[in-house]
């Protein structure tokens, strides 16, 4: 069994067969880390590089420790230790890399399209996570994971997507994910912060906290990406919060049984309190111990491993 592409670039090439068969399959590794010897033998003698030209702690060390765990070998790299620095182009770099016989390149990069280009450039498979504004597809699916294992469905769910949805390539995929899934999205922050035609993804919108989490199954929270904005998108970060953090007496307008999510790194006192961060109906890390599982069945089923050895 193995998905249909030999490269993961976004939920947008993936088909809802596709994202069942990546969530059924992370179910299958939730166990791994519950051994004494977290290690199973699938990708021996296979070959990661992970090659991060942007910041990362979450993807980077879930994707490292994912293929440890299915005994592949990791090669990691990063944009300050390679020759990018040094003006050698994303693609000669790739086909350098390409050149020492890898089966899988993982990378994250600032600019959107750049795992397209590599994927277009290479023969070996290509992990997006997470190009420029565009998209974060291992992220959703972690998400969609974590949602489904707390509702057990994803189809007819009530989701709110709050804060810098313009820049957020989590929010995109996120989206696109969730539509696919027959769940109800509605976006929710600054009108700056609305990409416009957002609503042709399927979205509702909003600008009103109060009426995008009324009723929700879910509350998914983002990070403001201040590095990303470069102009003045809104009056300041604590008028921000008055508007859209969120707070445990905005959690009271949701379901009794809601999830809180986010995707980290968290700003608290900004977009979410400790309180709600912390608190009961928070599965924060929950997602990121389920982002392992997910990115093992990902590389897996990249590499066309049997369904029947997956818990060997």
Same mark, same amino acid.
């Given at each position: 069994m193995r998905l249909k592409a030999r490269d993961l670039l976004g939920i947008e090439e993936l088909d809802l067969q596709d994202i069942e068969l990546i969530l059924d399959t992370a179910d299958g +590794? /939730?166990?791994?880390?519950?051994? %004494? *010897?977290?290690? &199973? %033998? !699938? /990708?021996? =003698?296979? #070959?990661v590089v992970n090659f991060f030209l942007e910041p990362s702690t979450r993807t980077? $060390? $879930? +994707?490292? !420790?994912?293929e440890k765990r299915l005994s592949a070998d990791s090669v990691n790299l990063v944009g300050s230790g390679s020759s *990018? &620095?040094? =003006?050698? #182009? /994303? !693609?000669d770099t790739g086909r350098n890399l390409e050149a020492m016989s890898p089966d899988i390149i993982v990378i994250r990069h600032s600019s959107s399209g750049a795992p397209h280009l590599l994927a277009h450039k290479l023969r070996? $498979? *290509?992990i997006n996570a997470g190009d420029g504004f565009h998209e974060h597809p291992t992220q959703a699916l972690l998400d969609a994971f974590t949602i489904r294992q707390k509702k057990e469905r994803l189809e007819g769910l009530r989701v709110a997507i709050v804060g810098d949805i313009a820049h957020s390539r989590v929010a995109r995929s996120n989206l696109l994910l969730l539509r696919k899934a027959g769940a109800e999205v509605t976006v929710c922050g600054p009108p700056t912060l609305i990409p416009p035609h957002i609503e042709k993804l399927g979205a509702h919108v909003t600008s009103? /906290?109060?009426e995008a989490i009324e009723g929700a199954d879910v509350i998914?929270?983002?990070r403001l990406q201040l590095e990303r904005q470069k102009g003045g998108y809104f009056p300041s970060l604590r008028e921000y919060f008055y508007y859209f953090g969120l707070t445990v007496e905005h959690v009271r307008r949701a379901k009794p049984d809601v999830i809180i999510m986010h995707p980290g790194p968290m700003n608290r006192g900004v977009e979410i309190t400790s309180e709600v961060a912390d608190g009961p109906? $928070? &599965?924060i890390l929950e997602q990121v111990a389920n982002g392992v599982a997910v990115r093992m069945a990902v590389l897996y089923l990249?590499? =066309?491993g049997s369904a029947d050895e997956e818990a060997a």
């Open positions: +590794f /939730l166990e791994v880390a519950r051994r %004494p *010897i977290k290690k &199973v %033998p !699938i /990708l021996r =003698g296979r #070959t980077r $060390s $879930s +994707f490292e !420790i994912a *990018i &620095v040094k =003006g050698e #182009t /994303l !693609i070996s $498979s *290509i009103n /906290l109060a998914m929270m983002l109906y $928070s &599965v990249l590499l =066309g």
